[in-house]
């Protein structure tokens, strides 16, 4: 009995916090009992059944709200950039509309800011997942349900198994988004305008295949089919013995196969014809007449992205995409250094994430803590100075001689895992 009722004030301590909290009493009580068992000296086995009790409902409870959090979060973020940028562009808008009428413009522009809004979660998603973290906790420290927890003996860095979990699921949908959702967008986000769903006319960037030593340029790009009209192909002596340029009034872009087709134009109506062309070993490999004898085929790797907006438009590929260009030549050695820090800051995201909710728990479960606001200010000042780390790192792996892509991704995340570290003797116990 004495044994047992040294428990009673934690017990009723931490049923009426349960209690605010809106769990099942049914699944608060049992851990409390083991708890008083193994005040009165039973196995240790009993430790791992209370453990395995929280966890079945303490969980679920904190990932729902995680989850409910970013949820809300998103359709706030979405709802004011929705909001600002359609009064700011609504001529725009009313230019590119077609139809007569509020409702035919309104209908406009929600289809155009359903489609940004898969650009916009893969921009901010991230940061919102660790925006949730720390509301999260901030409301498990205002409404008092960390000390019921710590008294039954579970460790505060428990807490960041649901956190974990949830961060597993969001960067799932991220990944899902950017692989399928994104690349299948493009064209509506290399265009840069308001409104715009790729159909229309864009400047053409030139571009060199640098493997065969092709200069591919236009008039105009129509992203949305991948359209090149006036387009001009200048063959050098790796293709042909004597120097030639290829022209037809429009060229389109074939991504390669799924049974070996190769990628590149075809060249309607092209001239000169393939007879007209003093073709080299390469050059017969590479031009290849198609069956109604005036349209050719130019097996490059050029793709219609490449033509415009090309500082940025990888950003909008699939990740096996993405590598691929990267293993292959580009034209120009920084938007080469672009492409391998976007695709290891795609590998680092997820992990960096990780970071920040390590980096939360001890900021916000302060041990000896003064206030909430103050820790909630603390912790975002620390979020704020491990972003500004990971943006510097971006700019200087932009830069070729300073630091290395692979490295201005890495660093920062090693940097935050050891100020992680540094900071685990502060969290409340």
Not at 189 to 211: I, K, W, Y
Not at 253 to 258: A, D, L, P, S, T
Not at 315 to 328: F, G, I, K, M, N
């Amino acid at each position: 009995m004495r044994g047992e009722s040294g428990i009673w004030p934690t017990w009723n301590r931490g049923l009426g916090q349960m209690a605010l909290t809106g769990l099942r009493l049914s699944s608060v009580i049992p851990q409390f009992k083991l708890a008083s068992k193994t005040a009165s000296g039973r196995d240790g086995s009993l430790i791992r059944e209370r453990t395995h009790v929280v966890g079945k409902t303490f969980d679920r409870y904190l990932l729902h709200k995680f989850l409910f959090l970013f949820v809300g979060f998103f359709a706030a973020s979405m709802g004011l950039f929705a909001v600002i940028d359609g009064f700011t562009n609504l001529d725009e808008f009313q230019q590119k509309a077609s139809g007569d009428g509020s409702l035919t413009l309104l209908v406009f522009m929600a289809r155009n800011y359903a489609i940004q809004s898969s650009r916009v979660l893969d921009l901010i998603g991230p940061t919102l997942a660790t925006m949730s973290v720390v509301a999260v906790l901030a409301l498990m420290v205002r409404h008092g349900e960390i000390n019921p927890l710590l008294a039954a003996g579970v460790p505060t860095y428990r807490l960041a198994v649901p956190f974990l979990m949830g961060i597993l699921l969001v960067h799932g949908l991220l990944a899902a988004n950017s692989e399928l959702v994104i690349p299948r967008f493009a064209a509506y986000f290399v265009t840069g305008h308001h409104g715009e769903n790729g159909g229309e006319a864009q400047q053409v960037e030139p571009a060199r295949d640098r493997t065969k030593g092709i200069f591919i340029s236009g008039r105009e790009l129509i992203p949305a089919t991948g359209v090149l009209r006036d387009a001009e192909f200048r063959l050098n002596n790796l293709v042909v013995h004597r120097y030639a340029s290829l022209k037809a009034a429009q060229a389109k872009y074939y991504r390669q196969g799924e049974e070996g087709q190769q990628a590149g134009w075809v060249l309607k109506n092209a001239s000169p014809s393939f007879d007209e062309l003093s073709l080299t070993a390469l050059g017969r490999e590479t031009i290849i007449p198609q069956p109604n004898g005036t349209d050719l085929f130019v097996v490059t790797d050029v793709s219609w992205d490449q033509l415009h907006n090309k500082g940025t438009g990888f950003r909008y590929l699939s990740t096996p995409a993405l590598l691929e260009r990267v293993r292959r030549p580009m034209p120009g050695t920084p938007l080469r250094r672009s492409q391998v820090l976007h695709f290891h800051t795609r590998l680092t995201r997820p992990l960096l994430n990780v970071v920040g909710v390590f980096l939360v728990i001890p900021l916000i479960v302060r041990r000896e803590s003064r206030s909430l606001v103050t820790n909630i200010a603390v912790c975002m000042a620390a979020l704020a100075v491990i972003v500004g780390v990971v943006e510097l790192f971006q700019i200087l792996g932009g830069k070729p001689a300073l630091v290395s892509p692979e490295a201005a991704t890495w660093i920062p995340l090693i940097i935050g895992g050891g100020f992680c570290a540094w900071l685990s003797p502060q969290v409340q116990t």
